[in-house]
């Protein structure tokens, strides 16, 4: 692959951005774990047949998710790399049981020189980046080693489109060989971006995820339960100010509080003394679950248990300008989520779930906190929810098996 001159300039100044940028970096705490990976210091892969990038929870999921659905007697030598411990930790807590052999792995930083030598030990005939994660110099030396690139489950925000288009000139230089998108906006966003036909609408993988719960019917007598899901920082004054106002109208009231991130449940825990609202953490052998107001979940991967006991459930990131969070778990749970006005992160879930009842949006912390009220004095019948969830999914699947069959097909046309 020929590159211009004034590419190769571009990609010298990129190289020394990242020199520049790598001790700063490794400064983070979250950052500084998997160091020696993310330069390579330490080498954890040999020769691969498909290397796919999961940034984080979710692209890992997925990750397993397309795994599971290749066809019997097609096994790989795969490598998946990860940005965060949360992702990578989801990912070799899954792979023992998949027929491929699977290699995990933090992301390499993005710097040329680091990506040229990550390239030549891993040597995959395909990148599979998903969702989007674009990283330009691995996207490069990839076309440079005449090698194939897939985005799978691609998805591009409005707020993205409109700063990718600024830099189109790069984006068609290191063109995947084929995006599939989970949704037809998603599809004609990034086909315009990477100027690429070859790009085409897939279910969204993250249906194939999803499960029918065992829904338990409510106890007579027990108290009513509210679940406050992902909660993030941003929010925290609003989420603590809807907390308040509950207790006032339901003292009885039982809340499970889940904070996005672990570190923020110190902070809740201040607050919560602050304000006089008895709580104690998940963790703590002393915590009286019958007496106390709010139970803080300093614990991770448990939301599907709150969400079984609960009668309503607030969806965080969504009060803030954040983008929201997965709300697809509680209604499979029999419940009707409440969700704040931003949930652009999961346009992809589509209308249909607030026509046919499944989500509640309210367009401000007011809204929120009568559509939390209306539910927990009248909650609904979790059996019927979980009806119309069933048949909403089914609807949706299938992306996994229709991705899989693309990663075959590009394998194939590099043989």
């Known amino acids: 692959m020929k590159i211009s001159y004034p590419l190769q300039l571009l990609f010298l100044f990129y190289r020394c951005l990242w020199t520049c940028a790598t001790p700063l970096l490794l400064r983070s705490a979250r950052l500084k774990e998997g160091a020696a990976e993310r330069t390579l210091k330490t080498i954890s892969f040999s020769k691969v047949d498909i290397w796919m990038h999961a940034a984080s929870v979710g692209e890992a999921y997925i990750a397993l998710q397309i795994l599971k659905n290749f066809e019997q007697g097609q096994t790989f030598d795969i490598l998946i790399s990860c940005n965060t411990s949360q992702g990578k930790e989801i990912l070799e807590k899954n ?27 891993a040597d995959p005939e395909l990148l599979v980046l998903i969702e989007l994660e674009i990283w330009p110099a691995l996207m490069l030396e990839m076309k440079k080693q005449q090698k194939k690139i897939m985005i799978a489950n691609g998805r591009m925000t409005e707020k993205s489109f409109k700063g990718y288009k600024k830099a189109r000139f790069l984006w068609r230089t290191i063109q995947p060989d084929l995006i599939l998108a989970s949704t037809e906006e998603y599809r004609e966003r990034l086909r315009i971006i990477f100027e690429q036909e070859q790009t085409l609408h897939v279910p969204n993988i993250k249906f194939d995820q999803i499960r029918r719960c065992t829904v338990s019917p409510r106890k007579t007598g027990e108290r009513k339960s509210l679940v406050l899901a992902s909660i993030r920082k941003e929010e925290e004054q609003d989420v603590l100010h809807i907390i308040q106002e509950l207790l006032a109208q339901f003292p009885d009231l039982r809340i499970d509080l889940f904070p996005r991130h672990l570190p923020r ?8 003394t602050e304000n006089g609202i008895s709580h104690c953490l998940k963790t703590d052998d002393s915590c009286d679950n019958t007496t106390r107001s709010v139970i803080i979940w300093d614990v991770f991967g448990e939301l599907n248990r709150g969400y079984q006991m609960a009668d309503a459930a607030f969806i965080g990131g969504s009060l803030a300008p954040l983008g929201g969070q997965n709300f697809v778990e509680a209604f499979m749970n029999g419940l009707k989520p409440v969700t704040g006005p931003s949930i652009y992160n999961f346009f992809w879930a589509g209308d249909e779930v607030f026509r046919e009842g499944l989500v509640q949006k309210g367009r401000n912390r007011r809204e929120v906190l009568q559509l939390l009220v209306s539910t927990l004095k009248n909650p609904p019948d979790k059996a019927v929810i979980q009806q119309k969830a069933d048949k909403y999914i089914h609807l949706k699947q299938g992306g996994s098996r229709k991705t899989c069959q693309h990663i075959v097909g590009l394998l194939a046309k590099n043989a």
Do not use: G
């Open 95 to 121: 792979i023992k049981d998949l027929p491929h052999r699977v290699t995990v792995s933090y992301m390499v930083f993005d710097n040329p020189a680091l990506v040229k030598k990550a390239v030549a030990i």
């Open 265 to 272: 449940v110190s902070n809740w825990a201040a607050l919560f």
